[in-house]
Antibody, heavy 118, light 112 residues
Framework: QEQLVQSGAELKKAGASVKVSCKGS????????MHWLRQAPGQGLEWMGW????????KYAPKFQGRVTVTRDRAISTAYMELSSLRYDDTAVYYC???????????WGQGTTVIVSS | DIVLTQSPLILPVTPGEPASISCRSS???????????LAWYLQKPGQSPQALIS???GRASGVPDRFSGSGSDTDFILTISRVEAEDVGVYYC?????????FGPGTKVEIK
């Protein structure tokens, strides 16, 4: 079946970077945008950015511009999200999600918990 | 950024009864292609969000027909014709007309 499987939980120090992976299976990975979102504890959903599968060009939410990098390795159907200069309020569950032609996020990863501590 | 507001924020429901959630956008979500780029998602407790409605009114694959979406260019409604116990969770609307994609604050649906 179509699924996205994300890498495991991370515990990071403030100021460090984290890189989360998202491996797709059961569908043609290169045919879809891959989005990254996050959800802080007890909070709502926040969109971080996407990567265009056709040209590999990312687009980021202004809030994260300069700190986030989204890439993908087409050969292994995997997308990555790297967030640098981590702050305590970056503690959240990070999701990847597949975007269809109408920008519906129709397949989601299981989420990766990132905890930023001192 | 496009701002979405939802009401109510908490919705107690009775199984078998209908329920509706409102989502209002700070600007029109009507694209030049005639589609309204508003989607609905449900996040069940402890799970990842799942897609319910696309382009304002189209049910996503596998979504039961008790879920329906409607609305104008700025005001949208998600309706559950007969609530079931498995429908509890937080419902989010999301606009995909322009980046950054933005979400409403969420509506928590709980059983009375």
């Amino acid at each position: 079946q179509e699924q996205l499987v994300q890498s495991g939980a991370e515990l990071k120090k403030a100021g460090a970077s984290v890189k989360v992976s998202c491996k797709g299976s059961g569908f043609i990975f290169n045919g879809y945008f891959m989005h990254w979102l996050r959800q802080a504890p007890g909070q709502g959903l926040e969109w971080m950015g996407w990567i265009n599968p056709n040209n590999g060009v990312p687009k980021y939410a202004p809030k994260f511009q300069g700190r986030v990098t989204v890439t993908r390795d087409r050969a292994i159907s995997t997308a990555y999200m790297e967030l640098s200069s981590l702050r305590y309020d970056d503690t959240a569950v990070y999701y990847c999600a597949r975007g269809d032609a109408e920008y519906l996020l129709d397949v989601w990863g299981q989420g990766t918990t990132v905890i930023v501590s001192s | 950024d496009i701002v979405l507001t939802q009401s109510p924020l908490i919705l107690p429901v009775t199984p078998g009864e209908p329920a509706s959630i409102s989502c209002r956008s700070s600007q029109s979500l009507l694209h030049g292609n005639g589609y309204k780029y508003l989607a609905w998602y449900l996040q069940k407790p402890g799970q990842s969000p799942q897609a319910l409605i696309s382009l304002g009114s189209g049910r996503a694959s596998g979504v039961p027909d008790r879920f329906s979406g409607s609305g104008s260019d700025t005001d949208f409604i998600l309706t559950i014709s007969r609530v079931e116990a498995e429908d509890v969770g937080v419902y989010y609307c999301m606009q995909a007309l322009e980046a950054p994609l933005t979400f409403g604050p969420g509506t928590k649906v709980e059983i009375k």
